[in-house]
C-alpha cells in the first residue's frame, strides 16, 4: 500500500476550501484513505506551519485555530507524530495566553515530569505558577 506524507499546504486546502480544483484532489486523497487504499502520515512540524500560517497570513484568531486543528486530530486516518502530546498541548494553549509553541513545551514538560523550567519567558513562567 502505497503511504503519502500529507504535507502544510494540503491541510490548508482541505479546511480553507480556497481553491475548488485542489481541495478537490486532497479530498480525493482523503477519502482513499478513509477506505484503506492509501496510508497517510504527517509530522508535529506540520502542525505549527498550520498553525502559524492561519495566525499570521490567514489572520484565525485562537478559537478559530484551535477548532482546525482539533479538525485534523480527529482524523484518525492520518498517522500524526506525536498526536497525544500535540492534542494535550492544544488544551493548554486554549486555556493560556502563551503561544501554541510554549504549550508544547509545558506539555511536554510534563509529560517528562520536569521540576522546573529553565526559561526567560516572563508570560510562561507566570503560567507556571497557576
Do not use: H
Amino acid at each position: 500500500m502505497k503511504t503519502y506524507f500529507v504535507d502544510t499546504n494540503y491541510f490548508l486546502r482541505l479546511l480553507l476550501k480556497e481553491d475548488e480544483k485542489q481541495f478537490y484532489q486532497v479530498y480525493s486523497l482523503f477519502q482513499k484513505a478513509i477506505k484503506d487504499e492509501v496510508k497517510l502520515c504527517t509530522s508535529v512540524v506540520v502542525l505549527f506551519e498550520i498553525y502559524w500560517v492561519l495566525s499570521s497570513f490567514y489572520k484565525k484568531n485562537k478559537p478559530q485555530v484551535s477548532q482546525y486543528l482539533e479538525k485534523i486530530l480527529t482524523m484518525s486516518y492520518i498517522e500524526i507524530e506525536k498526536r497525544e502530546t500535540f492534542t494535550y498541548a492544544l488544551s493548554i494553549y486554549k486555556k493560556n495566553p502563551l503561544d501554541l509553541e510554549d504549550c508544547y513545551n509545558l506539555a511536554i514538560g510534563e509529560i517528562l515530569n520536569v521540576d522546573e523550567f529553565a526559561s526567560f519567558d516572563k508570560k510562561l513562567l507566570k503560567c507556571l505558577k497557576k
